[in-house]
């Protein structure tokens, strides 16, 4: 039960790229059965998904970040990524990776299902 890790977060001017990492602990590899996600909370707002990921390679995105962001991930290193372009000031936020096992199935919906999750990494858009 390790939470995972993320990694990556910064200031970037609008219009720039950053990629977050999220240590997965062994859990992202080609025999396990798992839906990842991105999640990003700003002061005031609720905690939204913007990525998620399963292990089938499936991918969804929210319409906010759909065509600038990408989420994948490699099973050998058992690390998640969010490749993040095009960045906006409302891209602002708190960066959270979280997990949910033994399914592929998930929903941005319900974050109780979403078992493990990571610390967060800083997200800062300047304009």
């Known amino acids: 039960q390790v939470q995972p890790v993320e990694s990556g977060g910064g200031a970037v001017q609008a219009g720039g790229s950053l990629r977050l990492s999220c240590a997965a602990a062994?859990?992202?590899?080609?025999?396990?059965?798992?839906?990842m996600g991105w999640f990003r909370q700003a002061p005031g707002n609720e905690r939204e998904g913007v990525a998620r990921?399963?292990?089938?390679?499936?991918?969804s995105y929210a319409d906010s970040v759909e065509g600038r962001f990408t989420i994948s991930k490699d099973n050998a290193k058992n690390t998640l990524y969010l490749e993040m372009n095009s960045l906006k000031p409302e891209d602002t936020a708190k960066y959270f990776c979280?997990?949910?096992?033994?399914?592929?199935?998930?929903?941005?919906?319900?974050?109780?299902?979403?078992?493990?999750w990571g610390q967060g990494t800083q997200v800062t858009v300047s304009s």
């Open positions: 979280a997990a949910r096992l033994n399914t592929p199935t998930c929903s941005f919906r319900n974050l109780k299902t979403f078992g493990y």
């Open positions: 062994g859990y992202i590899h080609s025999t396990s059965t798992y839906c």
């Open positions: 990921i399963n292990s089938y390679g499936v991918t």
